[in-house]
């Protein structure tokens, strides 16, 4: 799975306890983590937990007695390719009063949606996605319950990356409905 745009500090300590509290139950499961700002490492909530990880930079990763359990993105525009590979997406900036980041770029991917309850600034993406596609969590604890009900569950996971396909589709085109709207608000100007 994936959390992309994560803030540090305690959004990221969230993300990592969810993560951390699935690993005994399924062994195979891995988390990309992937920072909003790459400057913000997540290495200290890692190896408090002693997750081994590494960084997709190559940068020194924490010293582990197996392979990594979660790779941290540490380069700027490799984000959309980890949710697209990815069984499942969180959101961040929705657990803490952020307001939220694009939730439609997950959707977009296909992969079934998680995020918080705070989605100030993604509103109407988020009320479409919970019609179907995504989830909205509270906390680690719903985080962590939420991801094993769609590791269990292989039908319903495709079911709601389908349908997050789908809505993230339905919002596909602003551009031209932005243009076709000041070409007739300002026909005087030139489009």
Known sequence: WCAGSVRSGEETAKIVEAFDSLRPRFPNLRLVLAPRHVESPADGDLTARGIPFANLSG??????????????????????????????????????????????????AGVPVLFGPHTGSIQAPAEALLKGGAARVKDSKELAAKLAAWIEDAGARKRTGELALKTAESFSGAAGRTASFLREALPEARL
């Open 59 to 108: 940068k020194a990763s924490a010293p582990s007695s197996g392979p990594a359990q979660c790779l941290v993105i540490d380069q700027l525009g490799k984000l959309r390719a980890f949710y697209g590979a990815s069984d499942a997406a969180f959101v961040g900036g929705t657990l803490v009063p952020v307001g939220g980041h694009n939730l439609l770029e997950p959707a977009a």
